[in-house]
């Protein structure tokens, strides 16, 4: 088995770790669970870090277990949270969970003969217990003074622009622990880990196993990801950057990671690929010496797209970036579809036209004028004699016409003058 706790040390993904932890795994096949809150029917990628932290977990040979909180997911996590958060009911939980199911399956192994993980789901034992049960088989080996010393309450009931802390969300941690325990028993689990706010939840988790049966379990936390330049990671100005294709397309997923400072892809590349460290290390040399060719980025970009999204997502992600700096036909803009299409040329002003004037032939020097791209029938044809107008990337003439044929997705065509300067005829 490989040494998991040096493979987190070396990708920098150590935060905390209880006594005894490293020595339990040396001893044995052992089995961890990492959980995950089903708030949205996907998960977006400050997710992948414990999702990574699993698959490195089934590599060196122990057995990971992915808990989705079915039943944590109505009460609310309040761990670096300022604000409770609204509710969700049965039926939305429901399809978040199968979403966030579906995802995990992408990266983890479910069916290895040998240390295949499995996916669990705590509404299933929670939903069975009633409140009396529970305040007496599990409330009563945790203290209140015990709870109340926990960061994630302290700074929710002593903070200064809260509201302090419901009762739900004060109870969040017992439930969490009440997970561990529960996997304790059934599954011989020994292990949870987790970012490095969830330290609190987890060592409550322990202190019942140790209280209620007599146990030893144990505790790994992982830094929480930050940027060098303090924004937040996996946010853009649009929002969450999410591992389903519907919220946010190949594209703009293979952008985010594309456009990571230098400083930050020397270290995501060694959080979010599982590449080994002397490829890494040999990869963040060349980098450094050609540090515009953006190496390090196009390497983690590559590796987690495809794991994300698939080799044909990458592909035409690829083909997607070459439009804007590249060499590319009208060809492979018609082979965009409409969301990726949009994604390229957010931002790009655009005019809408009928269907019926692109049916009957619309005529290059109105299209580029009377659209507003450019100021005058004469201005249109001054660049048209400098060869600097293009129609969805190729070059045309005075005698041009737009027609049906030149429709992208069915309803856009692509302007341009010179290399920068684009427009888009939205047909309505």
Same mark, same amino acid.
């Given at each position: 088995?490989?040494?998991?706790?040096?493979?987190?040390?070396?990708?920098?993904?150590?935060?905390?770790?209880?006594?005894?932890? *490293? #020595?339990? %795994? /040396? =001893?044995?096949?052992?089995?961890?669970?990492?959980?995950?809150?089903?708030?949205? +029917?996907?998960?977006?990628?400050?997710?992948l870090?414990?999702?990574?932290?699993?698959?490195?977990?089934?590599?060196?040979?122990?057995?990971?277990?992915?808990?989705?909180?079915?039943?944590?997911?109505?009460?609310?996590?309040?761990?670096g949270k300022s604000a409770e958060r609204n509710l969700l009911? *049965? #039926?939305? %939980? /429901? =399809?978040?969970?199968?979403?966030?199911?579906?995802?995990?399956?992408?990266?983890? +192994?479910?069916?290895?003969?040998?240390?295949?993980?499995?996916?669990?789901?705590?509404?299933?034992?929670?939903?069975?217990?009633?409140?009396?049960?529970?305040?007496?088989?599990?409330?009563k080996h945790i203290t209140v003074n015990y709870m109340m010393a926990k960061d994630s309450v302290k700074k929710r009931i002593s903070g200064e622009n809260t509201d302090g802390m419901s009762f739900t969300e004060f109870t969040y941690q017992l439930f969490q622990g009440y997970d561990f325990y529960h996997l304790y028993k059934e599954k011989n689990c020994k292990l949870q880990m987790g970012g490095s706010d969830q330290w609190g939840n987890i060592t409550t988790g322990t202190e019942l196993i140790r209280r209620?049966?007599?146990?030893?379990?144990?505790?790994?936390?992982?830094?929480?990801?930050?940027k060098a330049d303090g924004t937040k990671f996996g946010k853009t100005e649009g929002g969450n950057v999410w591992l389903d294709a519907k919220r946010t397309s190949p594209y703009k997923f293979y952008q985010y990671w594309l456009n990571s400072s230098d400083e930050d892809a020397e270290n995501f590349i060694k959080i979010f690929t599982f590449l080994d460290k002397e490829t890494i290390e040999k990869l963040t040399a060349e980098h450094k010496e050609a540090p515009h060719m953006r190496l390090l980025q196009k390497t983690i970009g590559k590796e987690v797209t495809i794991m994300t999204h698939g080799q044909e997502a990458y592909d035409n992600a690829i083909k997607a970036s070459n439009i804007l700096f590249g060499k590319s036909t009208s060809d492979d803009l018609k082979g965009l579809d409409e969301q990726t299409f949009l994604d390229v040329f957010e931002g790009v002003p655009q005019a809408s036209v009928s269907r019926n004037q692109i049916e009957n032939g619309f005529e290059i020097v109105p299209a580029f004028a009377e659209t507003g791209f450019l100021k005058s029938n004469g201005e249109v044809r001054r660049a048209l004699k400098e060869n600097s107008i293009s129609v969805n990337k190729t070059k045309v003439k005075e005698d041009f016409v737009i027609t049906t044929n030149d429709l992208i997705a069915n309803k856009y065509v692509l302007l341009q003058r010179g290399k920068k300067s684009y427009f888009l005829l939205k047909v309505e």
């Open positions: 088995m490989k040494n998991f706790v040096e493979e987190l040390k070396w990708r920098g993904l150590l935060h905390d770790i209880m006594p005894g932890t *490293e #020595e339990q %795994l /040396a =001893k044995e096949k052992t089995s961890a669970y990492i959980g995950f809150d089903p708030t949205a +029917d996907s998960l977006h990628i400050g997710s870090v414990q999702i990574f932290i699993l698959k490195h977990f089934q590599l060196a040979g122990h057995k990971p277990i992915a808990l989705v909180g079915g039943a944590t997911g109505m009460v609310g996590d309040p761990s009911d *049965e #039926e939305t %939980l /429901a =399809k978040n969970i199968a979403g966030v199911q579906e995802q995990l399956e992408r990266y983890i +192994d479910f069916e290895s003969d040998e240390n295949s993980a499995e996916l669990v789901n705590n509404y299933d034992w929670m939903k069975d217990i009633s409140l009396i049960d529970f305040v007496r088989d599990t409330g209620k049966a007599q146990g030893k379990a144990y505790a790994i936390t992982v830094p929480l990801v930050t």
